[in-house]
Every structure is written in C-alpha cells, then in structure tokens.
C-alpha cells in the first residue's frame, strides 16, 4: 500500500525534496502514508492535530508543501491553506489500481526524510531540515547500542511531530521486526500502561521522563521493561531521583539516557544508568557523543 500510493504521489509532482505534510491520527494509514511519501522521494511535514490552530497555520505557511495528505475524518482540523488536500480513504480505489512494487529512488543521503518543527519555548518554532544521511546515521547508532536481541520490536505512542518518535518508528521497520501503533484516543496513560501490561515482547521502549514519573504505582519494572527490553529515555532532562525509583528492581538492563536536540536528530549523546553508582547528584550524565559525531563544549 505504501508502494502505490508512492505511485499515486510521484503522479502528483512528488519528487526528491518535495515537502509533503502529513496529517493523521496515530493508525494503520499514518504509517502507510509517511513510507508513501520517503518511497516517493518526499520529505514528510508531520501536523500534530491536537495543537493549537494557530500552530498548524503558522507550520503550513512556513512550509507552503504544495500536498498535504490526511483523511475524511481530519480535514476539518486543517486550517485554510493553498496547499491541495488530498484525503486518501476518497482516493482509495485510485491508489488501489497503481503498481505495488518498489519505486525506483530518488532521494540521496543529502536529500531531506522530514522537515520537524521545534516547541518554539525560545521564541517562533523552527523547521529542523534532516537529511536521509543524519536519520541513518543515528539509525545505526540504535541498532548498535539499543538492540542486543535478534529482534526490535516497539511500540509508537507519541506524536510523530516530536522527533522522539523517530526510534520507535523506523527502527523495526529496519531491522524487520514489529512495530506496535498505540491509537490516538482520550486517556493516553491509560492506553499505555494497559499495553505495557499485556505486552512484555518489546525490545525498544523510547520514554521521556515525565512518562517514567506518570507510570510509578502502575507498573512494576517487569510489566515496563521486558526480558529483551532497552529503556530509552529522552526529550527532557533526566534527574536522579526518578532513576533510583526504578533501578532497584533492575537486575537485567540498563536505562539509556539519551540527550540531542532536533537540529542534532533525536539524540547525540548517551549514558547507561547500569546501578545506583553511575547517579551523582540528582542530574543524569548526557555522557558520550555516539558513533560519528562530536560535541564541542562552548562555555561553563
């Protein structure tokens, strides 16, 4: 499916660099829609829904994508844009007749995968440019350091307009293992501790620390952390005290805390919190930069 609406999109002008945005729920269709536009060559533009309108206006006219793909059920909460909406589920039977093979590619290293806008906390957001190169790069840093099992199964619970995403996402699909969509719905704690509970087969789980802070008294770390499992901790800084809260009942893995803004694609540097000796303090090291990459220390 992700092959002919490729297809569908290349008849569409789609091309290397074309900045396509994308606006789904988190389902079945949001995933077969953003490998439609790589495949295609595009560059994906993620709209989180439940942001502010003034937030999507401001993304859509700094962007201008001249396609934005989404479905029946969404296009209401896109705002006014130039942009042509196209809503796959009224375009299925036309994409259902294109080939489903393999495209031939047009992007190269240096061509750009998705176009991810910061929180804007410093001031407007900013549309973080991530070449295939950068998004590779740090792939293969997680299959190195985050994948000690023959598989790498995870589990997408967070919006893919937040670059923390990016682990859960293509690093299954890469490695040909599982990857588990958490629908998007009211209650989202709720939907993720009863996941965690029934599923104990993921081999990635990427959390931020205030996920770590909302799931203590619900889950024990065996019903979090699974027998295969890394725990990737990012998106905020990490302190002490919520590590030690789950540490002594680690015997078995280690929790990564992994640091890098946007610009630096997901994550630069990373420290494995192996047992209570490793926490001074009550600030987590962002310790090392990973493989191919270098941090220079500007000030104090």
Same mark, same amino acid.
């Given at each position: 499916?992700?092959? %002919?609406?490729?297809?569908?999109?290349?008849?569409?002008? @789609?091309?290397?660099?074309?900045?396509?945005?994308?606006? &789904?729920?988190?389902?079945?269709?949001?995933?077969?829609?953003?490998?439609?536009?790589?495949?295609?060559?595009?560059? !994906?533009?993620?709209?989180?829904?439940?942001?502010?309108?003034?937030?999507?206006? &401001?993304?859509?006219?700094?962007?201008?994508? /001249?396609?934005? =793909?989404?479905?029946?059920?969404?296009?209401?909460?896109? /705002?006014?844009?130039?942009?042509?909406?196209?809503?796959?589920?009224?375009?299925?039977? #036309?994409?259902?007749?294109?080939?489903?093979?393999?495209?031939?590619?047009?992007?190269?290293?240096?061509?750009?995968?998705?176009?991810? !806008?910061?929180?804007?906390?410093?001031?407007?957001?900013?549309?973080?440019?991530?070449?295939?190169? #950068?998004?590779? %790069?740090?792939?293969?840093?997680?299959?190195?350091?985050?994948?000690?099992?023959?598989?790498?199964? *995870?589990?997408?619970? *967070?919006?893919?307009? &937040?670059?923390?995403? =990016?682990?859960?996402?293509?690093? $299954?699909?890469?490695?040909? #293992?599982?990857?588990? @969509?958490? $629908?998007?719905?009211?209650?989202?704690?709720?939907?993720?501790?009863? &996941?965690?509970?029934?599923?104990?087969?993921?081999? =990635?789980?990427?959390?931020?620390?205030?996920?770590?802070?909302?799931?203590?008294?619900?889950?024990?770390?065996?019903?979090?952390?699974?027998?295969?499992?890394?725990?990737?901790?990012?998106?905020?800084?990490?302190?002490?005290?919520?590590?030690?809260?789950?540490?002594?009942s680690s015997k078995r893995t280690s929790i990564i805390n992994e640091y890098g803004p946007t610009e630096t694609t997901v994550?630069?540097?990373?420290?494995? @919190?192996?047992?209570?000796?490793?926490?001074?303090?009550?600030? =987590?090291?962002?310790?090392?930069?990973?493989?191919?990459? %270098?941090? !220079?220390?500007?000030?104090?």
């Amino acid at each position: 499916k992700a092959n %002919q609406l490729a297809s569908y999109l290349r008849e569409k002008g @789609v091309k290397a660099d074309t900045l396509v945005a994308i606006a &789904f729920d988190r389902s079945l269709e949001m995933i077969i829609g953003l490998l439609g536009i790589l495949k295609a060559g595009g560059t !994906y533009v993620p709209l989180d829904l439940d942001n502010p309108e003034e937030r999507l206006q &401001f993304i859509l006219e700094d962007v201008n994508p /001249p396609l934005i =793909i989404t479905n029946t059920k969404n296009i209401d909460k896109i /705002p006014a844009t130039w942009a042509q909406i196209i809503c796959l589920d009224e375009e299925e039977n #036309s994409i259902n007749n294109l080939p489903s093979h393999n495209l031939p590619s047009l992007s190269t290293p240096c061509h750009l995968a998705y176009v991810i !806008y910061t929180s804007g906390s410093t001031g407007k957001p900013k549309g973080v440019e991530i070449t295939h190169a #950068s998004l590779i %790069q740090y792939l293969m840093h997680c299959l190195t350091h985050y994948v000690s099992h023959e598989s790498a199964h *995870s589990l997408l619970h *967070s919006s893919i307009a &937040f670059d923390m995403s =990016i682990t859960s996402l293509f690093l $299954p699909l890469i490695k040909g #293992s599982s990857l588990y @969509v958490l $629908p998007s719905e009211e209650g989202k704690l709720e939907s993720l501790i009863a &996941f965690l509970k029934d599923h104990n087969t993921l081999n =990635i789980l990427k959390l931020t620390p205030s996920h770590l802070t909302a799931l203590r008294g619900h889950l024990s770390f065996e019903e979090l952390i699974g027998p295969h499992t890394s725990l990737v901790v990012g998106g905020e800084a990490l302190l002490g005290d919520e590590v030690k809260a789950w540490l002594p009942s680690s015997k078995r893995t280690s929790i990564i805390n992994e640091y890098g803004p946007t610009e630096t694609t997901v994550g630069c540097s990373i420290f494995e @919190v192996e047992s209570v000796n490793d926490i001074h303090g009550n600030s =987590i090291s962002i310790g090392k930069s990973i493989a191919n990459t %270098q941090i !220079y220390i500007l000030d104090s």
